[in-house]
């Protein structure tokens, strides 16, 4: 049974950081794309980054620069660090696998920027 898991949401000040980690079983987690999603209220889920097996990585043009993803294959796991945190990144995050015509979805970690 494939499992993904989020972790580390919380309330943070602006100009704060977080990081998020994913956890993964059940799969062969070095074959898959990972991916960080993100859905605020009233709004559609949209992309925030992701990797792919290989280790490249892309981003949303919002959090260029602020966010970093990684993953760490021994672990089954992808994090997401995320730098100087904007009230407009207030969002559910949800961690994503990704093979062809395969998608594993977390249950989401409310991350809350606000003074």
């Known amino acids: 049974q494939v499992q993904v898991v989020e972790s580390g949401g919380g309330l943070v000040q602006p100009g704060g950081s977080l990081r998020l980690s994913c956890a993964a079983s059940g799969l062969h987690f070095s074959l898959y794309a990972m991916g960080w999603y993100r859905q605020a209220p009233g709004k559609q889920r949209e992309l925030v980054a992701t990797?792919?097996?290989?280790?490249?990585?892309n981003y949303a043009d919002s959090v260029k620069g602020r966010f970093t993803i990684s993953r760490d294959n021994a672990k089954n796991t992808v994090y997401l660090q995320m730098n100087s945190l904007k009230p407009e990144d207030t969002a559910v995050y949800y961690c994503?696998?990704?093979?062809?015509?395969?998608?594993?979805w977390g249950q989401g970690t409310q991350v809350t920027v606000s003074s």
């Open positions: 990797i792919t097996s290989g280790g490249s990585t």
């Open positions: 994503n696998a990704e093979r062809p015509n395969t998608h594993y």
